[in-house]
């Protein structure tokens, strides 16, 4: 059990939350109840997630893409006042942590891939989102993909440019395809993100960089759950990750 305010504070503190000018806002998004026993964890606050919440008589949702975004527009009609309006009638906050879950050494998004995929991280800036490491040893680009697909859970979208065997991988994930020429110049075989566009496949080829688009929604499942397993300990919390399936 825990208050409401008392976890924005420590969650604020923990995900060092004021090193980040970010898109949208971190921490306490929509006030609910006071007392938190049951916390729901997901990737992004939709209408399914908060259905899953009532259901399950949460008293707090926790999320890495949560509202009220730059350049959207403010007021609470339609999708989005139906969101809000269902989360405020049931009495349930939304709490949401963007690029500092991306961004955290031990249980950020980028920091849990790093480690499903048995990486040495060596990237120089220990702020950086772009990360780059190296395998204990080099191997196929094949065996890296069915590496990535175990993890994960499903198929990632590979586009060929670099070498037949790969040892350094650089990786951010989410929607980071721009950062592909960096990640070419820091020496990576490997790049993996979570989505793609065009443009990509000519430069994966023209910069000699495999590159790797294992999802969106994949590559950041894992901080949401790291986060939600360590408040769980730390507060006493009942907390559930609940993984709707979404194939972007």
């Given amino acids: 059990m825990v208050k409401r305010d008392d976890l ?62 730059k350049g959207e527009p403010a007021p609470l009609t339609g999708m989005k006042g139906a969101r809000v309006r269902l989360l405020m009638q049931h009495d349930i906050s939304l709490f949401a942590y963007h690029l500092p879950l991306d961004a955290h050494p031990e249980l950020g998004n980028n920091a849990q891939l790093g480690k499903l995929w048995e990486l040495t991280d060596e990237t120089a800036d220990p702020a950086s989102l772009l990360r780059i490491g190296r395998l204990c040893e080099a ?14 859970g499903r198929a990632p979208l590979h586009l060929p440019g670099g070498p037949a065997r790969v040892e350094r991988i650089a990786w951010c994930s989410g929607a980071a395809q721009k950062m592909l020429p960096k990640a070419a110049a820091w020496g990576a075989d490997v790049f993996v993100s979570g989505e793609v566009s065009e443009q990509t496949f000519h430069e994966a080829a023209e910069l000699g960089v495999h590159y ?8 950041e499942r894992v901080g949401i759950q790291a986060l939600g397993a360590y ?6 919390l009942n907390v559930h990750f609940v993984d709707l399936v979404n194939p972007v």
Wanted: a negative charge; hydrophobic letters at 45%; glycine letters at 6%.
């Fill in 8 to 69: 924005a504070v420590y969650c604020h503190q923990l995900l060092n939350v004021d090193d980040f000018h970010d898109y949208a806002p971190n921490g306490l998004q929509v006030e609910g109840r006071e007392t938190i026993h049951t916390l729901i964890t997901g990737v992004t606050a939709s209408r399914a997630l908060i259905e899953r919440a009532i259901a399950l008589k949460a008293d707090a949702i926790m999320v890495h893409h949560g509202w009220f975004w």
């Fill in 139 to 152: 191997e196929p680009i094949e065996d890296f993909l069915l590496r990535i697909e175990r993890t994960l």
């Fill in 212 to 219: 790797v688009a294992a999802g969106h929604h994949a590559t």
């Fill in 231 to 236: 408040l769980e300990v730390d507060f006493d």
